[in-house]
């Protein structure tokens, strides 16, 4: 049963950091993309960013040059991870882990995040 947890949400000052976790299972981590999603109140769910099997890596232009995602195929750690840096209001978001396993996408539950003074 594929199983999905965020964690390391919360609420932040402008210009601040937080690292998103995902912990990972009942799938073989490391053959799956990951991805990171986000949804502000009142707008679609958008693409973050994503890594591949082979950690290739893409991100949307609004986050570039300021969150990095990075993934841990360790069998005790299958995790995938969102280095949040330079945080803006705008920023502020349920941010969702997910993978496409089998013809299904998988969610996890999201961790909230708010940037705000």
């Known amino acids: 049963q594929v199983q999905l947890v965020e964690s390391g949400g919360g609420l932040v000052q402008p210009g601040g950091s937080l690292r998103l976790s995902c912990a990972a299972s009942?799938?073989?981590?490391?053959?799956?993309?990951m991805s990171w999603y986000r949804q502000a109140p009142g707008k679609e769910r958008e693409l973050v960013a994503f890594?591949?099997?082979?950690?290739?890596?893409?991100?949307t232009d609004s986050v570039k040059g300021r969150f990095t995602i990075s993934r841990d195929n360790a069998q005790n750690t299958m995790s995938v991870y969102l280095q949040m840096n330079s945080l803006e209001p705008e920023d502020t978001a349920v941010y969702y882990c997910t993978v496409f396993h089998l013809g299904r996408r998988y969610w996890g539950q999201g961790t909230q995040v708010t940037v705000s003074s």
């Open positions: 009942g799938f073989t981590f490391s053959n799956y993309a």
């Open positions: 890594i591949t099997r082979d950690n290739s890596t893409n991100y």
